[in-house]
């Protein structure tokens, strides 16, 4: 009887693991059939040159899904699972490429125009990245608590209406970057920021994740011990009451 129940559960965690082997790619496919080909987005974004004209982008890479207007005019082309952000290219004035990305590792922006540039400001619409780059550099730079909070705030809000997906990204990777920065620095001002900035839609999914991917941090758990009413935000949207207990105390 033993050897029977043995082999009785030996057969269900084989079976298990069949199901899980075929099931897998069925799930993959449910995910990314529709979405344009991953090869094939990074090698049409790599044939957009510099100075190229958005006649030679259409072209190229067809009709945008989004565009975003700023000083620089950027579009969004398809995005896939598989991209850590979504391909795009920025024209100025004239109607020029003068940046292109593509996933995290290619970045081509022309003389003076780059992440960081003075000449790159949020002047209006959605922010693009390269605008939110220069938010988190002019934060970094601010040496007194109340302009960084400022910084970060003014940031938060211009992100906080997304009605995109390739918008939802650029939420996500910019608080995950706000995330890695305090894990490192355990600047107070960013917790203050995000505090304070009022949360909404989908906006607030985010957030409360922003909040999730801190929970092991010590001094976190420490803060929101205090006052855990930032984190009650998020009972109803992500959290359980209970499960905001159990995140303050590490469990």
């Known amino acids: 009887m033993k050897k029977f129940k043995k082999y009785l559960i030996w057969s269900a965690v084989?079976?298990?693991g069949l199901f899980a082997i075929l099931i897998t790619p069925i799930i993959y496919w449910s995910v990314t059939s529709d979405a344009r080909p991953y090869e094939e987005i990074r090698k049409d974004i790599r044939?957009?040159?510099l100075g190229m004209s958005k006649e030679d982008v259409l072209e190229i890479m067809g009709q945008p899904v989004a565009v975003r207007r700023a000083e620089l005019e950027t579009w969004l082309f398809d995005d896939h699972p598989l991209l850590s952000e979504p391909p795009r290219c920025s024209f100025d004035q004239s109607g020029r490429v003068v940046g292109i990305v593509c996933d995290d590792d290619y970045r081509i922006w022309a003389e003076g125009v780059g992440c960081g540039s003075s000449s790159i400001l949020y002047v209006g619409g959605y922010p693009t990245p390269q605008e939110i780059d220069l938010q988190i550099e002019r934060y970094r730079e601010a040496t007194d608590p109340g302009?960084?909070?400022?910084?970060?705030?003014?940031m938060l809000k211009s992100l906080s209406n997304p009605t995109s997906v390739g918008e939802d990204m650029i939420i996500r990777g910019t608080l995950s970057e706000l995330a890695e920065i305090y894990l490192k620095e355990h600047d107070e001002a960013i917790l203050i920021a995000v505090d304070e900035t009022p949360i909404q839609a989908g906006f607030a999914n985010f957030v409360c994740d922003?909040?999730?991917?801190?929970?092991?941090?010590?001094?976190?758990?420490?803060?929101y011990r205090r006052d855990n009413g930032?984190?009650?935000r998020c009972v109803g949207i992500s959290f359980s009451e209970s499960e905001v207990d159990s995140l303050l105390k590490g469990e």
């Open 210 to 223: 922003f909040y999730s991917n801190l929970a092991e941090d010590s001094l976190f758990r420490e803060r």
């Open 14 to 16: 084989i079976v298990a």
């Open 47 to 49: 044939r957009i040159e």
């Open 147 to 154: 302009p960084r909070v400022d910084t970060l705030k003014a």
């Open 230 to 232: 930032p984190l009650k």
